[in-house]
């Protein structure tokens, strides 16, 4: 959402607010929604391990129970993003020209953290029962409904940085109404019920003890990406709105990435719940040549052609010279972050993610 958003605004509405809606605004959203993302992931894992050794009565329980907690925390995250942001915004140097934009940008689209969090954690409990499919299909069509819906209140209406903002909360609802409608079918293995959907205190224990730390670690990033974004916005906007291009592309190889990161972490669960431990040790070399080629091919791509990539965002001289030194300086090493993405993965769906929260908030973050 938020790429198609930066590209709408970088061409229609200017680098002021290219440099809001991708940079500034970006590292704020991350970091409250990472820790929910980080979150469901203890939901995918324990699902799948139910699933795994056939436990139905129990997956149900955890399913209820994580669509109580994408509820809950969807509310909260709702109320204290729109309280905290512009506060937030000056903290960290925002500068007077992106301002306004940043903060309009932040609080509309925290009104949509209920359906971004629904959408998280049905798309997670799809796919730890193996069904990759219609969590894709969901999202392609809530996308495209984003991409008319930029072009109709920019375009048409020039409602500007509140036109994407509105854009991206109807797309998340439409992700949230499709996926939800999917859980709830009466033939699936696990069909939710309104009047089931509450928390189990053994559960919700057992999701939180998974998925807190890797919600912690992805925030661990976060925050360094809160002080390095300070630091960027005192060199100027044609360097703020450079870094937005750039986190833009860059966003293509992480997102990626962390799939490798959620897929081996599923198989893992499945597998290590129903004691396949073979299967499991060999899905970690596979799943990190698969990871490594992808490093490697996203690496060449974007030192080949970093002009045409970045001009999707803006064709301002400045904002291309900045962003094409960024990229050249820093994609190059893509595949040194495979091992982490992969074996944390594979350590957290055994049930371990502590372990993988400590390594990356030493070797990554601290360093």
Known sequence: Y??????????????EALAAVG????????????????????ATV??????????????????HTSIALAIAAGLGVMILGVLISGPVLTLMGTTSDVIGYAKTYLQVYFL?????????IGSSILRAVGDNRRPLYFLIAACL????????FVVVLGWEVLGVALA?????????VLVMAALCKPDSIFCVRRQEIRFYGDILKSVVRIGLPAGLQSDMYTLSNILIQSCINSFGTNTVAAWTAFGKLDAFYWLISAAFGVAITTFVGQNFGAQKYDRVRRSIWVCSAMALGTALLGS???????????????SDADVLS??????????????????????AGGIRGTGDSVKPMLLTCGGVCVL
């Open 168 to 176: 991206t909360v109807l797309s998340q609802v439409v992700s949230a």
């Open 23 to 42: 940079g500034t605004t970006s590292v704020l959203i991350n970091f409250l929604v990472n820790l929910f993302v980080g979150l469901s992931s203890g």
């Open 112 to 120: 949509g953290s209920v359906a971004s969090f629904l959408y998280n």
């Open 2 to 15: 938020n790429t198609v958003d930066a590209i709408i605004v970088g061409n229609f509405v200017g680098k």
């Open 300 to 314: 060449t791509l974007f030192c080949l052609a970093p002009s045409p990539l970045l001009r999707l965002f803006s």
């Open 145 to 152: 409904t984003n991409i008319v819906l930029d072009l109709l």
């Open 322 to 343: 900045i962003g094409t030194q960024m990229l050249w300086r820093m994609t190059p090493f893509y595949f040194v972050f495979v091992p982490v993405e992969i074996m």
């Open 46 to 63: 324990i699902v799948a391990q139910h699933y795994g050794a056939r436990r139905h009565e129990e997956m149900r329980r955890t399913v």
